[in-house]
């Protein structure tokens, strides 16, 4: 079992991280939620849970529901960097104690990653170690074609990494649902679970992060089927 996981900094795309956003905090923190995974000392084990999905389909929001609704179990703040000049964010940071499994602590971290096509690199860096991953599909008719890209391409990079999409721990998430009351033309669930979900058979969670609804439910989903894959591994 190794004790660390690496992460090349280097591998970091250009441009990243901003001079402005240079400072040691985020670095280390960078490297805390990646180097770390069984601390056998401390007894404690990071779990890695990544929120992956297309641009603007509410990762970010998804999170920062979590950090209002469970600030005070939450001992650092969320550390969101910016890439410059976009709205993208490159991850965010958020431990989130959970109990023991066999005498460990566990911590969680949560990241999300940017979306936009172009920053391939950086969802891959970021998928690196990763326990578990919640798939925030957005709902709008509009982006159906650009969820299923999105999950082949989340598909691809654990590839990369030789890990498998219908084994990893996964929660399906159809986020915006609160948009059908507006009127505004949405993907059925049934579409989407066609469009995405017809292989692995996740969890699917329909939600609205900017309600909160289901937002918790997700969370714990993701973890809980987290933690029993990891009992398993240890
Ligand atoms: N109506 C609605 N808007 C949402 C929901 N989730 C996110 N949004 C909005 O969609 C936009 C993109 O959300 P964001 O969390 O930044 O997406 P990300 O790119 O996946 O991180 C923002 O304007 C959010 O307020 C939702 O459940 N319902
Ligand atoms: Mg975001």
């Known amino acids: 079992m190794p004790e660390y ?5 280097s591998a970091f795309p250009p441009g990243w991280p901003h001079k402005s956003y240079l400072n040691t905090e985020c670095i ?8 770390a995974f069984i601390n056998i000392k401390n007894r404690e ?41 976009d709205r993208t964010l490159f991850f965010d940071f958020l431990p989130f104690e959970v109990g023991k499994i066999k ?21 891959r860096l970021v998928l690196k170690g990763v326990d578990g991953v919640v798939f925030v599909a957005d709902s709008l008719a509009v982006q159906r074609e650009r969820n299923v890209q999105a999950f082949q391409n ?19 998430q159809y986020n915006k649902r609160d948009l059908a009351d507006k009127g505004i033309p949405l993907i059925s669930v049934e579409e989407l679970e066609a469009d995405l979900n017809s292989v692995c058979r996740a969890p699917p969670i329909p939600a609205s ?11 714990k989903k993701i973890i809980s089927l987290t933690m029993t894959s990891l009992q398993k591994s240890l």
Do not use: C, W
């Open 5 to 9: 996981r690496d992460v090349d900094i």
């Open 28 to 35: 280390l923190t960078a490297r805390m939620g990646i180097l």
């Open 45 to 85: 084990i990071q779990a890695k849970i990544v929120y992956y999905g297309p641009g603007r389909g509410g990762k970010t929001t998804n999170l920062e529901q979590i950090y209002k609704i469970f600030r005070e179990r939450i001992p650092s703040e969320m550390v969101s960097i910016k890439t410059h000049g």
């Open 103 to 123: 005498g460990y602590n566990v911590r969680v971290l949560l990241y999300t990653v940017p979306g936009q096509v172009k920053y391939d690199a950086t969802r």
């Open 154 to 172: 989340l598909q691809e990079n654990l590839a990369a990494y030789r890990k498998d999409i219908a084994q990893i721990p996964l929660v399906i």
């Open 209 to 219: 992060a900017l309600t909160g609804d289901n937002v918790v439910l997700t969370l």
